[in-house]
């Protein structure tokens, strides 16, 4: 069994390969691994080092047709974790992210049709339904992008779906919410968060501190893009939904609390454009074919935040 895992350097693909050579997925037992990443500002290779020499690393872009065509033959599983993800960037700059979450998955979809690989999965987020006041998203949805960076992620969700409708490409879609846990670039909200308060600098909480994100532990959303890997349907998306469904400003609170911090370290900033108001999944599609998270809230935000503390080495500016 050999399994291709690009953007297998950032934070949640890294997770992925930890967990796959580890032996933490029985049925990719003693599978060999590839990992293909570009190793942008995101991507790191010191996410692999407790499994360094256990897998075959290809530095690349997965635009990059020629590479792609040399790369992915010969793989039985492809998961398409490579992407430009933060929401503030793709405001500053959208050609970056349409690139790479459109035409990179295209490219990936169009390597592995020709390659034949028998299963391909492409990771993919809530964000691409919009904002919903209340309820939660089913994965029949109305797909309404608010930023660039959801936009090119729907645009790469359709154009994986197009390769299944069209050529039959055995690809299946995954969707989940807010991420978090070990090894997440500190742009995002929980990392940025702790590792400014454990710097002594104030934190950025965005407009009212309203906006509420279900989150789900790494762990967990990685669980279930397995799971997908091995039972999913060609052209068919799952969800993989969290276990808090927090305001930030809630959100911020219990950051606080684990680190001993208090309201003064809290700076109310100016709320970005465009920014979703609330996410939230129904997964049942998925829980139906046997998932259930494992690590709850509180005891996976204790345990990132002290990883982080125990890890400085690895986020402190310069020393990555």
């Keep these: 069994m050999r399994v291709l895992v690009t953007g297998g350097a950032g934070f949640i693909g890294s997770h992925y390969v930890r967990t796959l050579v580890s032996g933490g997925y029985p049925s ?44 992915v033959p010969g793989h039985d599983l492809v ?23 459109v035409l990179g998955t295209q490219t990936v979809m169009q390597a592995c049709l020709d390659a034949g690989v028998p299963k391909v999965v492409q990771v993919s987020t809530d964000e691409v339904y919009g ?26 969700d359709l154009i994986a779906r197009a390769y299944a409708v069209t050529h039959g490409l055995p690809v299946s879609i995954t969707r989940c919410g807010n991420n978090y846990g070990p090894y997440q670039f500190p742009e995002k909200v929980v990392p940025l968060f702790v590792t400014n308060i454990l710097q002594g600098r104030k934190i950025p909480l965005y407009g009212d501190g309203g906006n ?9 959303h990685c669980r279930g893009i397995q799971l997908v890997a091995e039972r999913g349907e060609p052209g068919e998306v799952y969800h993989i939904a969290g276990t808090a469904e927090l305001a930030n400003l809630e959100l911020t609170r219990r950051i606080l609390q684990e680190l001993g911090a208090g309201w003064d370290m809290v700076e109310r900033v ?6 979703d108001r609330r996410y939230s999944l129904d997964d049942a599609k998925l829980r139906g074919m046997g998932y259930s998270p494992r690590t709850g809230f509180d005891e996976g935000l204790a345990a990132t935040v002290q990883w982080y503390a125990d890890n400085p080495s690895w986020w402190k500016p310069g020393d990555r």
Excluded: M
């Design 270 to 275: 100016p709320d970005r454009k465009g920014h």
């Design 212 to 220: 509420v994100r279900d989150w789900v532990h790494v762990d967990d």
């Design 131 to 156: 904002s919903i006041e209340e309820g939660s998203w089913a994965e029949d949805a109305p797909l309404l992008p608010r930023s660039p960076y959801s936009a090119a992620k729907a645009g790469g």
């Design 28 to 71: 990719l037992a003693g599978a060999q691994v590839t990992v293909l990443d570009l190793l942008t500002y995101a991507g790191n290779l010191a996410n692999l080092t407790p499994v360094e020499g256990e897998y075959t690393f290809v530095r690349g872009d997965i635009c990059d047709a020629a590479l792609l065509a040399e790369v």
């Design 79 to 101: 998961v398409n974790f490579a992407a430009e993800s933060h929401v503030d960037r793709s405001i500053d700059g959208p050609a970056a992210f349409v690139r790479t979450n």
